[in-house]
């Protein structure tokens, strides 16, 4: 199911599949949320919950791939979201096309290796599709925006293209949503969207 939302211009109109801006109070567990557009916040693994500034996603997760997504998605279409690296954090990013808590498409921002890295997580075992060299600071927000055209998943970061990859992995998947690699208590997600 999609939305269509009043667009900023005169007239204009914006069609979603996924919103959500975490506008709530403080500390309030994700599957507790209710989003802007979409179905239900599902945790795969960690703890996902609403920051303390109300509107922003924060994990206080535990050691190994954590992992949050939101039901109602559609398998194509650009999904984007900021996420807020903090003063220290190794992977963030996005979980895309996720059929249960540890098989799923991924993006990650890795700090340390300086890059960013495309791959998928079938049943736990991962394996790397590409990864390419990317600078990667801390207390920086990153514009982050993932197409996905069947079997093509293009990675942007402020509007440029960082990486691209083909898998039929999971390719009819719908659930779409946050990921990080170990407690990352310091990274916050905001504006996650998914739009045609």
Known sequence: MSQILQGAGHGSRVRRFLFD???????????????????????????????????????????????????????????????????????????VRRTSSNTFVAFFLRNGEDDVQIGFYNAGAFTALTTSAFTVSTGTTYAIRLRLDGTTIEAFVGGSTVASAATTFNQTASAHGLLTFDAQANVRWDNFIQDP
């Open 21 to 95: 801006q975490f506008t709530d109070t403080s500390n309030v567990a994700l599957p507790s949320h209710s989003p802007i557009i979409g179905g239900t916040w599902t945790t795969g693994r960690g703890d996902w919950s609403i920051g303390t500034s109300g509107n922003e996603v924060a994990s206080t997760g535990e050691l190994g791939t954590n992992n949050v997504t939101l039901s109602g998605g559609q398998p194509n279409g650009n999904l984007s979201c900021d996420i807020f690296t903090g003063d220290t954090f190794t992977y963030a990013g996005l979980a």
